[in-house]
């Protein structure tokens, strides 16, 4: 019985003792955790983590990410019943500045390299009224993936003018190839990789979008036009029944051999690379028309934010800060290979295939996405018109003007700086 | 005192429905109330605050944007709906009467007809999208090989005309076991009195069908598109798992179960912003289509067995 007594003083003393070193030890450093809607990067965002863990020993920061479609609503929650994580994967655009204007978000004005190490076009996407709320983290490329094999076996060139493209396709649909493996069953990779991809080569870059959002030009005008005009163009180079084929499809038509070209973005590297196709593929920029130069869609995709109501702000800044270096941008550019790091200072990627196509739009001109930056703000918004049109003249049931005069009239619904044109 | 106690006891059957009614309310009413409750607020996050009265309705009524799906929704769950009944539950009937027979090697059909019930949804609509998928399916390249060349890179799936009939055979596959399980039980019960002294007086095979078993089948059958028409409302897996939450193509397979999910639950991509309040009451509908459905049979099953 006795004992048993001094046994149990023992545990307790023990127990006592574990307790107060813990404390001791979390009292030294402080535990951040960090959202995302990245939960296939779980080991690669963790290797980034410990490089800063190394330098600065007495922060943790613990990644916890969400399943990607649901990011949005679950932070949502967190933030407003005051749970949620102590940094975050911000979206780029629209959805950033609606957290930010809301006050969820930490204001990052002054952060130390923010300003030097990004590009007024990347800062842009998680700016509101030119207060930046989040650090520019990662970005994607969009392009055109070719089987070099079979151009090299129809003699064939990467091509430079869309009207180059257009020849390369007839040549090969003549030879039994089926051009371009993308097809419309998921809806939105037509919309989203291959017309957005080819979208700023017809209107031009940012200027050009510009000119869109501050109502100087209708979203009907000649060059609208032409985009879905070239949409038209590659309908018939599409595989046989491409209503049918779905995005999963279209990857499996090009990496299989039987198509030879795929409309693609950066984050297909890795899948490319792991599924080892029997022959050598690459990538090109989509090309514009002749006489209008190449611009790339080069898309912010996630910026890191910090909320405004972490108890840890200052260590978060820390992390921010890091984040905006050199040294931060490589270690994800060689982890994530696809995803790219938006740091100014060239880079170089370990991946091959990462490299090739993240070489596509050094020294062109980029922009986002056309539709994010302001046209999803409204209903209908601006994604959901240019998927319908895009599909209806991939399928033939609209025209290029009846397309662009579908998103005009769709916007001018709510987009007030286009409402002038209004007939 | 003794007479309390035997009140008590007259009554205390009462305390044994407790725990199932705590469940029942906590877990079925409670939650039901609630979302037709959330379906008068507006506002971001997983719980609108802000009490709009029947704002959401008059949206879903008349907001172009939100009143064309939602009639779109309505009109493909009611082909989805007429697919079941006209070709699953009567399939069923049929095969229930084939197994009632003296067939040989019943329970293999029986086994081979239900087995599809077992599998999860998500998993026939994979394989069904495998089958129907232009380039690689195994329907075109039958139908190719039996000459039918326009058939070749056909997309089932993709063309608006024949996309939700796909589904919706898909669906009548999968389910076709349960109307068959049903339907046999029907006709097992059946007397065979009734039946002897039917082909004693001359009836044939089919006129005992259709004079005999199928009369005395009406209740049976009336539970069954019961059945088939609350699964049909409530329908959303099959559609998710073949298509997509939107009803590609062109909101062609937009059922009434898509709807509410991409409303009141995801959002439409890539801003993902759910509309809770709005999605509610797409919920509220489905409810009262529902209850009507359901009621009307209710009423007319009393009637017929008052008649009777």
Excluded at chain 1, 305 to 329: D, M, Q, R, Y
Excluded at chain 2, 45 to 57: A, E, K, M, S
Excluded at chain 2, 170 to 195: H, K, N, R, Y
Excluded at chain 2, 249 to 270: N, V
């Amino acid at each position: 019985m006795r004992k048993q007594r001094r046994f149990s003083l023992l545990v307790l003393v023990v127990l006592v003792g574990v307790l107060l070193a813990s404390a001791l030890v979390s009292a030294e450093t402080v535990t951040l955790t960090l959202g995302s809607w990245r939960v296939d990067d779980v080991e690669q965002v963790n290797r980034l983590l410990d490089a800063f863990h190394k330098s600065h020993p007495d922060i943790r920061i613990r990644f916890n990410p969400t399943n990607p479609p649901d990011y949005n609503a679950v932070l949502r929650t967190q933030l407003t019943g005051g749970t949620g994580p102590d940094l975050m994967y911000v979206r780029s655009f629209k959805v950033g500045q609606d957290l930010f204007a809301e006050g969820y978000l930490e204001p990052l004005t002054g952060l130390e390299g923010l300003e030097e190490n990004f590009s007024v076009g990347s800062r842009a996407a998680w700016s509101l009224n030119d207060v930046p709320f989040a650090v520019p983290f990662m970005a994607v490329s969009h392009g055109i993936y070719y089987n070099v094999d079979l151009f090299k076996k129809h003699n064939l060139e990467i091509p430079q003018t869309w009207e180059e493209l257009l020849q390369v396709a007839e040549t090969l649909k003549a030879a039994g190839v089926i051009p371009f493996s993308n097809g419309s069953k998921d809806e939105w990779d037509m919309n989203e990789i291959v017309f957005m991809n080819l979208l700023p080569n017809f209107i031009g870059g940012r200027e050009a979008r510009l000119e869109y959002e501050t109502g100087e030009v209708p979203f009907n005008d000649a060059k609208m036009v032409s985009a879905f005009k070239a949409l038209q163009d590659i309908a018939p180079y599409l595989p046989p029944g491409q209503e049918g084929v779905s995005y999963y499809d279209a990857q499996q038509l090009f990496l299989l051999g039987r198509a030879a070209m795929f409309f693609g973005g950066s984050w297909d590297v890795a899948f490319f690379v792991s599924s080892e196709p029997d022959f050598e593929w690459s990538v090109f920029a989509t090309p514009a028309p002749e006489g209008r130069p190449t611009v790339v869609t080069f898309h912010p995709d996630a910026g890191l934010g910090l909320n405004s109501a972490s108890p840890h702000k200052e260590a978060g800044l820390k992390f921010l800060t890091w984040l905006t270096t050199v040294e931060a941008a490589q270690i994800l550019a060689d982890e994530i290979p696809g995803f790219y790091p938006l740091n100014q200072t060239s880079i170089t990627l370990q991946d091959k295939h990462a490299n090739d196509f993240y070489a596509l739009h050094e020294g062109k001109d980029v922009d986002a996405r056309f539709v994010w930056p302001e046209l999803q703000s409204g209903d209908p918004d601006g994604y959901l018109l240019t998927q319908t049109a895009a599909l209806a003249v991939v399928k033939g049931s609209m025209t290029p003007e009846e397309a662009a005069d579908y998103l005009q009239e769709g916007l001018e619904t709510w987009f007030t700086p286009t409402q002038k044109f209004k007939k | 005192m003794a007479q309390a106690k035997r009140r008590f006891r007259k009554d205390h059957w009462f305390f044994f429905t407790i725990p199932a009614l705590v469940i029942y309310v906590w877990f079925m009413a409670f939650p039901l109330f609630n979302s037709m409750r959330m379906s008068f607020y507006q506002g971001t996050g997983l719980i609108p605050t802000q009490f709009v009265g029947l704002q959401n309705y008059v949206e879903l009524f008349t907001n172009p944007l939100f009143r064309d799906r939602l009639l779109g929704a309505l009109k493909n769950t009611c082909i989805l709906f007429a697919i079941c009944m006209g070709i699953q539950n009567t399939l069923g009937l049929l095969f229930a009467n084939i197994l009632a027979g003296r067939l040989k090697g019943r329970s293999v059909f029986r086994t081979i007809i239900f087995l599809p019930a077992t599998m999860s949804v998500l998993v026939t609509g994979f394989l069904w999208k495998l089958i129907l998928n232009p380039h690689w399916g195994a329907v075109n390249q039958i139908l190719v090989r039996f000459g039918l060349k326009q058939f070749e890179g056909y997309p089932w799936l993709g063309k608006p005309e024949t996309a939700m009939i796909m589904v919706g055979l898909v669906t009548a596959w999968q389910w076709v076991g349960i109307p068959t399980m049903i339907f046999l039980a029907g006709f097992q019960g059946i007397s065979e009195d009734v039946l002897e002294a039917a082909s004693i007086d001359g009836a044939s095979a089919l006129q005992i069908f259709w004079k005999v078993k199928l009369p005395l089948l009406t209740p049976v059958i009336g539970l069954v598109a019961v059945m088939t028409f609350v699964g049909n409302f409530n329908a959303f897996d099959i559609v998710f798992a073949m298509t997509n939450a939107r009803g590609a193509p062109e909101y062609s397979t937009d059922i009434m179960g898509t709807l509410f999910y991409r409303i009141g639950i995801a959002g439409q991509h890539p801003v993902a912003q759910p509309n809770m309040g709005v999605g509610a009451s797409i919920a509220t509908v489905i409810f009262f289509i529902l209850f009507l459905g359901v009621s009307m049979w209710m009423y007319f099953r009393e009637r017929g067995s008052r008649v009777q």
